[in-house]
Nanobody, 124 residues
Framework: QVQLVESGGGLVQFGGSLTLSCSAS????????MGWFRQAPGKEREFVAA????????ARTDSVKGRFTISRDNAKNTVYLQMNSLKPEDTAVYYC?????????????????WGQGTQVTVSS
C-alpha cells in the first residue's frame, strides 16, 4: 500500500502561481511512476502530468505545457506540480497518483494509488 497526501492548493488570481506537493508513505517511493490528474466541476478526471521513477522523464498534457512543471524528490518521498500562469480553466481538484509500472502513463486506469485531492481555484 502507498498512502498519498496532497497539499498546496488554494485560491489564486488569474496569472498567479501555486506549487502542489504530494507526500508518499508506505512503500519505496522511487519504485513508482507518479502522476497528477485533475477534475473540474461537471467534468471527468483528466491527466495533467507524470514523471518517471528517477525523474528523468516527464509527460504533460498540451494545455499545461509551458506553464506546469512536474518534479520529484525521492529522498523526501514527494512529487511536486509547479503551476504558473494559472487560468480559470485550471480550476479543479488536483489528485496525485502512483503507478507501479515501469513506464510513464497518462491513463488514469493504470494508476494504483490515489490521494484525496486538493482544490485549486483560479479567479478571473
Amino acid at each position: 500500500q502507498v498512502q498519498l497526501v496532497e497539499s498546496g492548493g488554494g485560491l489564486v488570481q488569474f496569472g498567479g502561481s501555486l506549487t502542489l506537493s504530494c507526500s508518499a508513505s508506505g512503500r519505496t517511493f522511487s519504485n513508482y511512476v507518479m502522476g497528477w490528474f485533475r477534475q473540474a466541476p461537471g467534468k471527468e478526471r483528466e491527466f495533467v502530468a507524470a514523471i518517471s521513477r528517477s525523474g528523468g522523464s516527464t509527460a504533460r498534457t498540451d494545455s499545461v505545457k509551458g506553464r506546469f512543471t512536474i518534479s520529484r524528490d525521492n529522498a523526501k518521498n514527494t512529487v511536486y506540480l509547479q503551476m504558473n500562469s494559472l487560468k480559470p480553466e485550471d480550476t479543479a481538484v488536483y489528485y496525485c497518483a502512483a503507478d507501479r509500472a515501469a513506464q510513464l502513463s497518462i491513463a488514469e486506469g493504470l494508476y494504483d494509488y490515489w490521494g484525496q485531492g486538493t482544490q485549486v481555484t483560479v479567479s478571473s
